[in-house]
């Protein structure tokens, strides 16, 4: 499996981007994927999944502002970022897992393959 993540960029606080992500390969055994985040000197966190069931959930940080989708026949998965704060900065990654995962206990090392990251920056 592999995965392209792009669709960061810079926007002002309050400000919108769409991130997308790209599978090809063998994904018919991929359960979750999910959006995850990294801010320099911080930890990497989950920030949304969404199941092969179209089950969704999110970090309590982006409720109500993030919405992940995805397109099956595209084999897409998108993550709209609504309202940006700046501690939204982060290089945003896609990642999936074959088995169902998320809260209420994430856990980064069941996501077996990842895409680069994308840098989302939002400025004050």
């Known amino acids: 499996v592999q995965l392209q993540a792009s669709g960061g960029g810079s926007v002002q606080a309050g400000g919108s981007l769409r991130l997308s992500c790209a599978a090809s390969?063998?994904?018919?055994?991929?359960?979750?994927v999910g959006w995850h985040r990294q801010a320099p000197g911080n930890q990497r966190e989950l920030v949304a999944t969404?199941?092969?069931?179209?089950?969704?959930d999110y970090a309590d940080s982006v409720k109500g502002r993030f919405t992940i989708s995805r397109n099956s026949a595209k084999d897409m998965v998108y993550l709209q970022m609504n309202s940006l704060k700046p501690e939204d900065t982060a290089v945003y990654y896609c990642?999936?897992?074959?088995?169902?995962?998320?809260?209420?206990?994430?856990?980064?090392?069941?996501?077996?393959?990842w895409g680069q990251g994308t840098q989302v920056t939002v400025s004050s």
């Open positions: 390969g063998s994904i018919g055994g991929i359960n979750t």
């Open positions: 969404i199941s092969n069931r179209d089950s969704t």
């Open positions: 990642a999936a897992s074959g088995v169902p995962t998320g809260w209420p206990n994430p856990e980064i090392y069941e996501y077996e393959y």
